[in-house]
């Protein structure tokens, strides 16, 4: 039988591999190649066809750097700088390796005594991380598998908060029906929350946007009266910080103050712009996010690690056990130190050191140098809109204030589609569309420093043509 | 500002690292040093505690190096043969190498276009589960971020199918009540889905098991009358493949058999189990697991995987799409070949190539060597079992199905607990406890094929003494 621990193959395959992807680096860097593989039909990729291989391959080492070749080629290039399409992080190298050292040792953070070094390094992580949010001791959190199941974690804790506190044991039948507000422009994960939480997506109510995309407040606060008249009880208002398509910042000063007038749970989105709360130049975008009861951050975005890595925060700490009500005898013992035991915050029991990658990066980089990163990435998304504005034919959805520009070339929404078709087809570039005020919109996202003027200006040219 | 993608800097820690884990990896092999890490009181742990750090460490290399070697020193040693505790895999090295490339790839998977080799070889190892299950070609499914959400998903699925299939538009309370027939061993994840899903944890029914912990099918058929008699809908009826603590199969096939009879969805918690379906040897102990609606599989435990990779697989692949409905225009391409946009099917939207440390090692070492593999550690645990059963002092639960074994020295519970204690501190082993039948019960899982006999024959000498 092949050898499937064998520490030989793994040190020569590891060195091999390592290389390889510090080539790629390199490469990605010196803008060698195409920012993204060629879009290949389906037919044409039948090599991930066949059945189940029986047999070990014949060479086990040139099996691997076969496959992690094959993988380098035919991914999204997400660490060369003419790669902007959607919010994926270009994880930064030293964030990667401790990915791959957590994988490797693969110890479960469910309860402290299997998690130890693990969960106190995501212990720490959540304090630094509410602590930039501006919260007290009281603030407490967790991270886990990504932004959806983050905003689920928070809405959950908010519904089974709700009203007599029966949703969880009795189901959301014993509760008043509920509603959720969030901007029309937030983010699918919201209202997939409602329907996966038992509350139905026609609970959901979309607030309409101004011209900016940012959340109406006297369009909010019109539909949460509305939403009482009819007997309805307001679960939460999501805040997005910032929107996925526009990157528009919703006012979350208002809809804080409004929450702690009415007492509604205030959720805020902050799976790619709380970030910005690391940038003394840029933070003030996420001004008011302090105000809410619960806060999604994916440091897989803007803070540049493997996915998945999400933290999701408590303003007060103890309504995070409100998520999930339970024991499990041959897990949890009795009388252990239960802040540690994560696994009863989070919806996973096994679950890696997910915080390691971000853990390392703080001690490696600093905290300095990761907002100074998200700042650049915001400097470069302005400077791309000034390009835009000033380049005849093109038209700017909004000055930006993420890292998120919409845009377009005068013309119809076929003339846009097949526009970026054409971009797509030479491959020095990745930008993808939207749907905004009905129209298509080309979009990019900044998400590598090293995105430069440069490169901006050959994606202008090459949509000119 | 430190340079955050500093290629010659991963270079060389990459090289390290890689050195450092093979170390590792040749010392538990070699069963030097401890199977787990001291239990540390929580006050001698207080290098967690310090606030975020602003400026980089004055040697990367270094630090990368410092806290790495930290990691292997304290986290659980999940590739020492004493370690022997819960249900987490000691990963494969080859698996471990895919999972690190997949990480500093970070390709995003829930649209084909930035997906496409990730996509592909997600879906090629989802036909090559589902025909290891059995089923034909209108079977499909997706991988997930863990078991509890997969058996969420699979619920989810099952939920929004009920009665009118109204639940996931206008919420629960538009459908009758529901209950979730269940073992009463099952894992605590299948109660935490009906709290999430707005259910309520009341309407799971724990059906009582027999002497052999597994679920006792004439109780379950008086819990489906007596609930069909309340009004109650019987959402569904969930086989565990096996039980956590015990290590139990359900009934599949009887259970089978009355759901297809009464039209109930039948679900199988697969996420420690179904991995026998690659062992000819053992393939039987999940006999009737193909008469399922939906299945949920743990690469993360008997097959070796780094955390998380969980199959969720639907007999009905149609169903898959069932789970969640929605759209997002920036993301979903109007006419894109939905079978590739895995988004739809998946609570994640940013999903990294989570198969590929499967896939791999599959293509590395053969499904041949995989299932020798979780067949090993199930003839080992056996193994243990007929030493537990030889050695005076020591009951026996229940000869192990799987790879999992209940045990105790005579005495009370006071006694197992100061056992494990003595063990735990003396370092050589790692083990667990459970509750079971009012009493507490020593548990070991062998999730490593290198435990052998010396390791056992250790293990009931330090519980002697």
Same mark, same amino acid.
């Given at each position: 039988m092949?050898?499937?621990?064998?520490?030989?193959?793994?040190?020569?395959?590891?060195? +091999?591999v390592?290389?390889?992807?510090a080539?790629?680096?390199?490469r990605?860097?010196?803008?060698? #190649?195409?920012?993204?593989?060629?879009?290949?039909?389906?037919?044409?990729?039948?090599?991930?066809?066949?059945?189940?291989?029986?047999?070990?391959?014949?060479?086990?080492?040139?099996?691997?750097?076969?496959?992690?070749?094959?993988?380098?080629?035919?991914?999204?290039h997400?660490?060369?700088? &003419?790669?902007?399409?959607?919010?994926?992080? @270009?994880?930064?190298?030293?964030?990667?390796?401790?990915?791959?050292?957590?994988?490797?040792? !693969?110890?479960?953070?469910?309860?402290?005594?299997?998690? +130890?070094?693990?969960?106190?390094?995501?212990?720490?992580?959540?304090?630094?991380l509410?602590?930039?949010? &501006?919260?007290?001791a009281?603030?407490?959190?967790?991270?886990?598998? &990504?932004?959806?199941?983050?905003?689920?974690?928070?809405?959950?804790?908010a519904?089974?908060?709700?009203?007599?506190?029966?949703?969880?044991?009795?189901?959301?039948?014993?509760?008043?029906?509920?509603?959720?507000?969030?901007?029309?422009?937030a983010?699918?994960?919201?209202?997939?929350?409602?329907?996966?939480?038992?509350?139905?997506?026609?609970?959901?109510?979309?607030?309409?946007?101004?011209?900016?995309?940012?959340?109406?407040?006297?369009?909010?606060?019109?539909?949460?009266?509305?939403?009482?008249a009819?007997?309805?009880?307001?679960?939460?208002?999501?805040?997005?910080?910032?929107?996925?398509? @526009?990157?528009?910042?919703?006012?979350?000063?208002?809809?804080?103050?409004?929450?702690r007038?009415?007492?509604?749970?205030?959720?805020?989105?902050?799976?790619?712009?709380?970030?910005?709360?690391?940038?003394?130049?840029?933070?003030?975008?996420?001004? &008011?996010?302090?105000?809410?009861?619960?806060?999604?951050?994916d440091?897989?975005?803007?803070?540049?690690?493997?996915?998945?890595?999400?933290?999701?925060?408590?303003?007060?700490?103890?309504?995070?056990?409100?998520?999930?009500? +339970? $024991?499990?005898?041959?897990?949890?013992?009795?009388?252990?130190?239960?802040?540690?035991d994560?696994?009863?915050?989070?919806? $996973?029991?096994?679950?890696?050191?997910l915080?390691?990658?971000?853990?390392?990066?703080?001690?490696?980089?600093?905290?300095?140098?990761?907002?100074?990163?998200?700042?650049?990435?915001?400097?470069?998304?302005?400077?791309?809109?000034?390009?835009? @504005?000033?380049?005849? #034919?093109?038209?700017?959805?909004?000055?930006p204030?993420s890292n998120?520009?919409?845009?377009?070339?005068?013309?119809?929404?076929?003339?846009?589609?097949?526009?970026? @078709?054409?971009?797509?087809?030479?491959?020095?570039?990745?930008?993808?569309?939207?749907?905004?005020?009905?129209?298509?919109?080309?979009?990019?996202?900044?998400? !590598?420093?090293?995105?430069?003027?440069?490169?901006?200006?050959?994606?202008? $040219?090459?949509? +000119?043509?």
């Open positions: 092949s050898d499937l621990y064998d520490a030989p193959l793994f040190r020569t395959a590891g060195h +091999q390592v290389d390889r992807l080539d790629h680096l390199e990605m860097q010196a803008r060698d #190649g195409r920012a993204h593989p060629a879009l290949q039909p389906l037919a044409a990729m039948q090599d991930f066809t066949g059945p189940m291989p029986a047999a070990p391959a014949p060479d086990a080492l040139a099996a691997v750097l076969r496959h992690v070749d094959d993988a380098i080629d035919r991914t999204m997400l660490h060369h700088p &003419g790669c902007m399409g959607h919010q994926v992080a @270009a994880p930064m190298p030293v964030s990667a390796l401790a990915d791959f050292v957590a994988g490797f040792l !693969n110890q479960g953070m469910a309860v402290f005594e299997t998690g +130890q070094i693990g969960v106190l390094i995501e212990r720490q992580t959540v304090r630094w509410a602590d930039a949010v &501006g919260w007290g009281e603030a407490d959190g967790m991270f886990t598998s &990504g932004g959806s199941l983050g905003n689920t974690t928070a809405l959950l804790a519904r089974n908060l709700a009203g007599d506190g029966r949703s969880w044991t009795d189901g959301v039948r014993a509760e008043a029906p509920m509603v959720v507000l969030v901007s029309e422009q983010h699918y994960s919201i209202s997939r929350a409602a329907g996966v939480l038992g509350l139905g997506q026609a609970n959901v109510i979309g607030v309409k946007t101004d011209a900016d995309c940012r959340m109406d407040l006297a369009a909010l606060r019109a539909e949460a009266d509305a939403a009482e009819r007997g309805q009880r307001v679960l939460a208002v999501v805040g997005s910080a910032c929107t996925t398509a @526009a990157g528009a910042y919703d006012p979350l000063v208002d809809i804080g103050a409004l929450c007038e009415r007492g509604y749970w205030f959720h805020v989105d902050g799976a790619h712009g709380a970030s910005v709360l690391l940038s003394p130049r840029y933070k003030h975008l996420a001004a &008011g996010i302090a105000l809410a009861d619960s806060i999604v951050w440091a897989h975005k803007l803070l540049s690690v493997p996915s998945l890595a999400t933290a999701v925060l408590f303003r007060r700490g103890g309504d995070n056990y409100a998520a999930f009500r +339970q $024991e499990a005898s041959y897990l949890f013992n009795e009388g252990a130190e239960t802040a540690f994560l696994g009863l915050r989070t919806l $996973e029991c096994t679950k890696r050191m915080a390691f990658k971000l853990w390392l990066a703080f001690q490696v980089h600093g905290a300095d140098a990761l907002g100074e990163m998200v700042a650049t990435m915001h400097d470069r998304a302005r400077e791309f809109a000034a390009l835009v @504005a000033a380049a005849p #034919g093109f038209e700017l959805l909004l000055p204030e998120i520009v919409c845009f377009r070339r005068d013309g119809d929404d076929a003339l846009q589609e097949a526009l970026r @078709a054409r971009v797509m087809a030479a491959g020095a570039y990745y930008l993808v569309q939207t749907r905004l005020h009905g129209r298509i919109w080309l979009r990019i996202t900044v998400m !590598n420093p090293a995105t430069a003027r440069a490169d901006f200006e050959g994606l202008l $040219e090459a949509l +000119q043509g």
